[in-house]
């Protein structure tokens, strides 16, 4: 369970990191993201949740994301 892991690294460290969190997922391990950079979900995850004040709103693959909610997400 990741809660904003990129906030606080420089380019470099993102970049590491992210190459970590893409090895474990392609090992078959399952990833809890939660963060507020778009282009950080698109890099990573295969299915995405919408919170809205603490309760759960929605849950889909993130390729459905442009269709439920236009391709200026």
């Not at 990741?2 to 420089?10: A, K, M, V, Y």
């Not at 590491?16 to 698109?42: A, N, Q, Y």
Request: charged share 30%; aromatic share 10%; glycine share 8%.
């Amino acid at each position: 369970l990741l809660d904003e892991p990129f906030s606080g690294l420089d380019p470099f460290g993102r970049k590491e990191f992210r190459e970590l969190i893409l090895e474990l997922k392609d090992g078959g391990t399952t990833i809890f993201l939660s963060t507020h950079v778009l282009s950080d979900i698109e890099d990573i995850c295969d299915r995405v949740s919408i919170m809205a004040r603490g309760s759960l709103e929605a849950t889909f693959p993130l390729a459905e994301l442009p269709r439920m909610f236009g391709e200026a997400y």
